[in-house]
């Protein structure tokens, strides 16, 4: 049976030992239970023989005496009133005392007790006998016979009654005194009892918990010794614990264990030997050394003596320093300590020196060894003996910078794509890298060049081959290549045409190959020497008919945008009656945006004044003509399409000052824009005037929407360069625009 009861579960065991002491105190519970029932009955008795026998009998004579003291009083009563009432309260009192005796009845509890009960009810008739002998004789008033009577018999009969209730009163005195023995002596042989059961629960339920905790306890012990066995190292001892229950199913699993760590001590063992073998190859390959937080040197290999020169005594404890070259910017050193306090590993070609002075280069990794807390608690650096390779790279970047300072140079990717080319490229060809980067190379090559001879030539360089071909190219003077990139565009300024700026994942990249043309003043065109740097999508070119009055206005498609965009530059107006977008950049130059709601005909200029030729007399004077022939150029030619002045809706943008000088250009020309507006009766419904910034305007001719976007960032001096030559240009005309313009 002990056993079968080993291979009970934990909880099935400890649930047996519960369920013998739940019993041991169910007993007892029970016994307390009948032993505080007859407590309670001994309790009761007392209460109803004593305190209720007491209580009735003592009521009684006080009703009695008081019934005789009313006899008195009727005696000495001398009205019939008063006599009268007497006699009410005397009848009164026999009631109550008739109750009292009836209550009194179920009390008794012996039997000498109901003798002088009944001896008491016996003499309470011949009590009234007399009574009423002398309630009469003092009725007719004959008062001395009645005293005499109640004196004499009626006092006798009196005394007869109180002896008998005084001595049931004794008696149910003795009674409580027998009972409080009683109570006493149930209450001691109930402690007892309690007392011997409560010592024979804890007996029998300390058996019970002995007796399973050894059961348990016996199989752990087996279990934990297998465990620091284990511990010091005996892989082969296991747990012989053979029960079914959990310390079994424990057992069993350390075993399982024990086996596993074994297989995997024997691989560890293996693992070791080859990390040993990485360890002696990287000390015989490289330079390896341990830093404490602070960079001293904690451990080092013979490689790190060997290459240093320095002896282990003066290594150890001295910063690493001590082999820094001081050609080392100190910004390394500081990203260094930087990038290892993160806990990340640094990596870079360090130049260190010798002791003898000897400069050596170094490819060094340092990486941190981590603490508890998740920070560095030192440092492994491991190090790479480069110097040759370095040497040699050195050597090699003199001669590839002779070159590049010789000849021009340009990379292309596989699909003939400009990857880079230097400043002598550059230069020859009147280009910014901008301006070609990504763009394919036949935009250098004449029109007239064979496209069979390209081919050839790009197969040989795809096949690995050296072609040494000459082929002609064209400078910047012909068609430009402009780089662009995707900006989100600020929202409308006004108006709602429906159409929403487009997010930054639709955006895409484009060229602009346009010819830049200067306004109708001057027949030069103007020559762009960087890109624009403009947000804009995937354009395409927009063919135009030979009557176009603006043909000479370069026009694309843009996938974000429903219409045709057209782009102008300094000194050109666009005026359209059809949907249309009007695009350009401003730097210090101002643009006029105007429309006629109505008419749905609008169009945008881009135009500056020229310097005054007196800067300390500025009258305006003849600069102000540029200004007026590109207002009124713009205004006639809407109003030529069907507009009316007194319609127009105006927006001006850009005079940002964007180089520095003695004169705010952008200042001037919005200065001079806004006193023609008001000089010829106009108002800007909206302005956007000044600051520091270029800008970026999409112009809608038919909705008056504008996209502006401000140019915060200039990666180059495009637009300032294409203003300043613009300025010079129309600064050395001095001359007045080839016809008068009036407005109708």
Same mark, same amino acid.
């Given at each position: 049976?002990?056993?079968k009861?080993?291979?009970?579960?934990?909880?099935?065991?400890?649930?047996?030992?519960?369920?013998?002491?739940t019993?041991?105190?169910?007993?007892?519970?029970?016994?307390?239970?009948v032993?505080m029932?007859r407590?309670?009955g001994?309790?009761?008795?007392?209460?109803?023989?004593? @305190?209720?026998?007491?209580?009735v009998?003592?009521?009684?004579?006080?009703?009695?005496?008081?019934?005789?003291?009313?006899?008195?009083?009727?005696?000495?009563?001398?009205?019939?009133a008063?006599?009268?009432?007497?006699?009410?309260?005397?009848?009164e009192?026999?009631?109550?005392?008739?109750d009292?005796?009836?209550?009194?009845v179920?009390?008794?509890?012996?039997?000498?007790?109901?003798?002088?009960f009944?001896k008491?009810?016996?003499? =309470?008739?011949?009590?009234?006998?007399?009574?009423?002998?002398?309630?009469?004789?003092?009725?007719?008033?004959?008062?001395?016979?009645?005293?005499?009577?109640?004196?004499?018999?009626?006092?006798?009969?009196?005394?007869?009654?109180?002896?008998?209730?005084?001595?049931?009163?004794?008696e149910n005195?003795?009674?409580?005194?027998?009972?409080?023995r009683?109570?006493h002596?149930?209450?001691?042989?109930?402690?007892?009892?309690?007392?011997?059961?409560?010592?024979?629960?804890?007996?029998?339920?300390?058996?019970?918990?002995?007796?399973?905790?050894?059961?348990?306890? !016996?199989?752990?012990?087996?279990v934990?010794?297998?465990?620091?066995?284990l511990?010091?190292?005996?892989?082969?001892?296991?747990?012989?614990?053979?029960?079914?229950?959990e310390?079994?199913?424990?057992?069993?699993?350390?075993?399982?264990m024990?086996?596993?760590?074994?297989?995997?001590?024997?691989?560890?063992?293996?693992?070791?030997?080859?990390?040993?073998?990485? =360890?002696?190859?990287?000390?015989?390959?490289?330079?390896?050394?341990?830093a404490?937080? !602070?960079?001293?040197?904690?451990?080092?290999?013979?490689k790190?003596r060997?290459?240093?020169?320095?002896?282990?005594?003066?290594? =150890?404890?001295?910063?690493?320093?001590?082999?820094?070259?001081?050609?080392?910017?100190?910004? $390394?050193?500081?990203?260094?300590?930087?990038?290892?306090?993160?806990?990340?590993?640094?990596?870079?070609?360090?130049?260190?020196?010798? !002791?003898?002075?000897?400069?050596y280069?170094?490819?060094?990794?340092?990486k941190p060894i981590?603490?508890?807390?998740?920070?560095?608690?030192?440092?492994?650096?491991?190090?790479?003996?480069i110097?040759?390779?370095?040497?040699a790279?050195?050597?090699?970047?003199?001669?590839?910078?002779?070159?590049?300072?010789?000849?021009?140079?340009?990379e292309f990717?596989?699909?003939?794509?400009?990857?880079?080319?230097?400043?002598?490229f550059?230069?020859?060809?009147?280009?910014?890298?901008?301006?070609?980067?990504?763009?394919?190379?036949?935009q250098?090559?004449e029109?007239?060049?064979?496209?069979?001879?390209?081919?050839?030539?790009?197969?040989s360089?795809?096949?690995?081959?050296?072609?040494?071909?000459?082929?002609p190219?064209?400078?910047?003077?012909?068609?430009?290549?402009?780089?662009?990139?995707?900006? @989100?565009?600020?929202?409308?300024d006004?108006?709602?045409?429906?159409?929403?700026?487009?997010?930054?994942?639709?955006?895409?990249?484009?060229?602009?190959?346009?010819?830049?043309?200067?306004?109708?003043?001057?027949?030069?065109?103007?020559?762009?020497?960087?890109?624009?740097?403009?947000?804009e999508g995937?354009?395409?070119?927009?063919?135009? $008919?030979?009557?176009?009055?603006f043909?000479? =206005?370069?026009?694309?498609?843009?996938s974000?945008?429903?219409?045709?965009?057209?782009?102008?530059?300094?000194?050109?107006?666009?005026?359209?009656?059809?949907p249309?977008?009007?695009?350009?950049?401003?730097?210090s130059?101002?643009?006029?945006?105007?429309?006629?709601?109505?008419a749905?005909?609008?169009g945008?200029?881009?135009?500056?004044?020229?310097?005054p030729k007196?800067?300390?007399?500025?009258?305006?004077?003849?600069s $102000?003509?540029?200004?007026?022939?590109?207002?009124?150029?713009?205004?006639?030619?809407?109003?030529?399409?069907?507009?009316?002045?007194?319609?127009?809706?105006?927006?001006?943008?850009?005079?940002?000052?964007?180089y520095?000088?003695?004169?705010?250009?952008g200042?001037?020309?919005a200065?001079?824009?806004?006193?023609?507006?008001?000089?010829?009766?106009? $108002?800007?419904?909206?302005?956007?005037?000044g600051?520091?910034?270029?800008?970026?305007?999409?112009?809608?001719?038919?909705?008056g929407r504008?996209?502006?976007?401000?140019?915060?960032?200039v990666k180059?001096?495009?637009?300032?360069e294409?203003?300043?030559?613009?300025?010079?240009?129309?600064?050395?005309?001095?001359?007045?625009?080839?016809?008068d313009?009036?407005?109708?």
């Amino acid at each position: 049976m002990i056993e079968k009861f080993s291979n009970f579960k934990i909880r099935s065991k400890l649930l047996c030992g519960f369920g013998v002491i739940t019993i041991l105190l169910i007993i007892i519970g029970g016994l307390s239970v009948v032993g505080m029932n007859r407590l309670n009955g001994n309790t009761e008795f007392i209460y109803k023989t004593n @305190l209720m026998g007491v209580t009735v009998m003592s009521d009684l004579r006080a009703q009695m005496l008081r019934r005789n003291n009313f006899v008195v009083w009727h005696i000495l009563a001398n009205d019939s009133a008063t006599i009268a009432a007497r006699e009410k309260s005397i009848a009164e009192l026999d009631k109550e005392i008739e109750d009292l005796l009836a209550k009194y009845v179920p009390l008794i509890v012996s039997e000498p007790e109901q003798k002088v009960f009944e001896k008491l009810k016996a003499g =309470i008739p011949e009590y009234m006998e007399v009574r009423k002998k002398v309630l009469q004789l003092s009725k007719n008033y004959s008062k001395d016979a009645a005293t005499e009577v109640q004196k004499t018999e009626l006092a006798a009969k009196i005394g007869v009654l109180y002896d008998a209730v005084d001595w049931l009163v004794e008696e149910n005195k003795k009674q409580a005194e027998e009972s409080y023995r009683s109570g006493h002596d149930l209450s001691a042989s109930l402690n007892w009892g309690m007392g011997i059961l409560n010592i024979s629960a804890i007996l029998i339920g300390a058996f019970t918990v002995w007796f399973v905790s050894k059961m348990i306890s !016996k199989n752990l012990l087996n279990v934990l010794d297998a465990a620091h066995k284990l511990q010091g190292g005996q892989l082969s001892h296991r747990s012989t614990v053979t029960t079914q229950d959990e310390i079994g199913e424990l057992a069993q699993a350390f075993n399982q264990m024990a086996e596993a760590l074994a297989q995997a001590a024997g691989k560890q063992q293996e693992m070791m030997e080859e990390m040993q073998a990485r =360890i002696d190859i990287m000390n015989t390959t490289s330079i390896v050394s341990e830093a404490d937080l !602070k960079g001293d040197i904690i451990t080092i290999n013979e490689k790190y003596r060997e290459i240093s020169k320095y002896s282990e005594k003066e290594l =150890i404890g001295s910063p690493h320093s001590i082999t820094r070259h001081p050609d080392m910017p100190k910004e $390394t050193f500081k990203s260094m300590w930087k990038t290892i306090g993160r806990g990340e590993i640094f990596r870079g070609i360090i130049k260190n020196r010798a !002791k003898d002075g000897t400069p050596y280069y170094v490819d060094a990794v340092i990486k941190p060894i981590m603490g508890p807390n998740d920070k560095p608690r030192k440092y492994l650096g491991v190090r790479y003996d480069i110097t040759q390779y370095e040497l040699a790279r050195q050597n090699m970047k003199g001669i590839v910078d002779a070159i590049d300072a010789s000849y021009a140079t340009i990379e292309f990717d596989l699909k003939g794509n400009v990857l880079t080319a230097n400043n002598v490229f550059l230069q020859t060809m009147g280009y910014s890298l901008d301006e070609i980067k990504g763009k394919h190379h036949s935009q250098f090559v004449e029109l007239d060049i064979p496209r069979s001879e390209l081919r050839g030539m790009s197969s040989s360089v795809s096949s690995a081959q050296l072609d040494g071909r000459s082929v002609p190219h064209q400078e910047s003077s012909g068609p430009d290549f402009l780089s662009e990139c995707h900006d @989100l565009l600020r929202p409308a300024d006004s108006g709602n045409t429906g159409q929403e700026v487009p997010p930054p994942s639709e955006a895409g990249r484009l060229s602009l190959h346009r010819a830049f043309r200067e306004s109708p003043m001057g027949g030069s065109r103007v020559q762009i020497v960087g890109p624009d740097d403009l947000s804009e999508g995937t354009l395409t070119s927009v063919a135009l $008919t030979q009557t176009d009055h603006f043909a000479h =206005i370069r026009r694309m498609r843009d996938s974000r945008f429903p219409h045709e965009i057209a782009a102008i530059l300094p000194g050109e107006f666009f005026v359209s009656p059809d949907p249309m977008i009007v695009y350009t950049v401003l730097g210090s130059c101002v643009s006029a945006c105007v429309r006629d709601p109505v008419a749905g005909v609008g169009g945008m200029n881009h135009f500056m004044l020229p310097k005054p030729k007196d800067v300390g007399n500025d009258s305006w004077g003849e600069s $102000t003509r540029y200004g007026s022939y590109a207002m009124e150029s713009l205004i006639n030619e809407i109003i030529k399409r069907g507009g009316s002045k007194s319609r127009l809706e105006i927006k001006l943008f850009g005079a940002g000052r964007i180089y520095d000088g003695t004169i705010d250009v952008g200042a001037r020309n919005a200065e001079w824009v806004l006193d023609y507006l008001q000089a010829e009766g106009l $108002t800007a419904c909206k302005t956007d005037l000044g600051d520091v910034f270029s800008r970026k305007i999409y112009y809608f001719t038919e909705s008056g929407r504008v996209l502006m976007k401000k140019i915060e960032r200039v990666k180059n001096h495009t637009i300032a360069e294409r203003e300043n030559e613009y300025a010079t240009k129309i600064q050395s005309k001095e001359q007045a625009p080839a016809e008068d313009v009036t407005l109708f």
